[in-house]
């Protein structure tokens, strides 16, 4: 059974009967004994529930989902999607933040440049990473590789999973609002084909720092938002604890985010969730992200900048009905 700490309460009972599979079929290699047929009704079992609790999750279900301790990160993604990469470092005027990855890499017969947020698994991990908020020379970099990218002829494929920005007195002397505000508008401009997929948390400016793509995906279970829960909790009610509230309102989940026109699609991901088998939501990751790149690079760059252009201006838009309503 895994630890109790990566065990959502929502996914208990899931355990318990991931745990007795695992005591049969330890009994069976020990005893040697044929017990296929119980472990076989103890799965379908298994993914009868895990179907049912996962066709009634709420956005905050959906939110610590994201946030869950076993979900692949983005170095999880690239070593598994890119045939091979290499990771480059530096912003070339600061430091090297190690909450933001990225290089180049081969994605099949394809020379992509890679960016995107990376938590840590453990403390000491999640230290160096600095919890996955990116820094200014965070930014920075990712805005450099982007551009050396688009200097060469290569698409640009970015990863978000952040709980937002760094928000030290040393981000904010360092310049981590014009950081990214910079990147949105000079990342905007950039002829080379641009793929952005959500897999856990898109947080705030955090997010949105390489999120100007002209894809935009969403893992199935990812969520995307201005703001985390509990600080907009914090902000409306005074009260952190009213998260789940919070969450409702936002429309922070890849269904709501894709609703909004704020996305343009939706990745699956396998049954429980991608931390439940990585390998295959890594799959699904990397048919989507191919399927976009074939459809953007059939445009010319003049066509392609006025696509890009034309969707984020038309996030947003409002018209005024006949009787004074107002409609997105």
Excluded at 18 to 23: E, F, L, R, S, V
Excluded at 197 to 203: D, L, P, R, Y
Excluded at 250 to 271: F, H, M, R, S, Y
Aim: charged content about 30%; overall charge negative.
């Amino acid at each position: 059974m895994p630890p109790s700490w990566s065990v959502l309460d929502f996914e208990k009972p899931i355990a318990e009967l991931d745990d007795q599979i695992a005591q049969i079929k330890q009994l069976t290699a020990e005893q040697g004994e044929d017990r296929s047929d119980e472990i076989a009704v103890l799965e379908a079992d298994r993914d009868r529930l895990i179907e049912e609790i996962f066709a009634n999750l709420t956005p905050w279900d959906k939110t610590l989902i994201a946030r869950h301790p076993k979900r692949p990160y983005t170095l999880d993604y690239v070593r598994t999607i890119f045939d091979d990469y290499t990771e480059l470092h530096g912003d070339r005027l600061f430091a090297d933040d190690h909450a933001m990855v990225g290089g180049i890499a081969t994605l099949d017969d394809r020379q992509v440049m890679f960016v995107g947020q990376q938590k840590g698994r453990d403390l000491k991990d999640r230290q160096y990473r600095n919890f996955g908020s990116a820094r200014p020379e965070g930014y920075r970099k990712a805005l450099r590789l982007a551009k050396a990218a688009a200097k060469f002829g290569r698409p640009v494929i970015c990863f978000v999973d952040t709980p937002a920005a760094d928000v030290s007195v040393g981000a904010e002397e360092r310049g981590i609002s014009e950081a990214i505000a910079r990147n949105m508008m000079e990342i905007s401009a950039l002829g080379t084909p641009i793929v952005v997929v959500v897999i856990g948390e898109g947080g705030s400016g955090g997010a949105i720092g390489i999120a100007v793509g002209d894809k935009i995906l969403m893992q199935e279970h990812a969520i995307y938002s201005v703001i985390p829960p509990e600080g907009c909790a914090a902000i409306i009610w005074r009260d952190p604890t009213k998260a789940k509230e919070a969450a409702d309102a936002l429309k922070l989940t890849a269904q709501g985010a894709l609703e909004l026109g704020v996305i343009d699609g939706i990745i699956p991901e396998p049954l429980g969730g991608a931390h439940r088998n990585m390998e295959a939501a890594a799959r699904n990751v990397k048919a989507e992200i191919i399927k976009a790149l074939d459809e953007l690079e059939k445009l010319t760059v003049p066509k392609l900048l006025e696509k890009r252009y034309k969707k984020f201006r038309s996030m947003g838009a409002w018209a005024e009905g006949e009787a004074g309503e107002s409609s997105q």
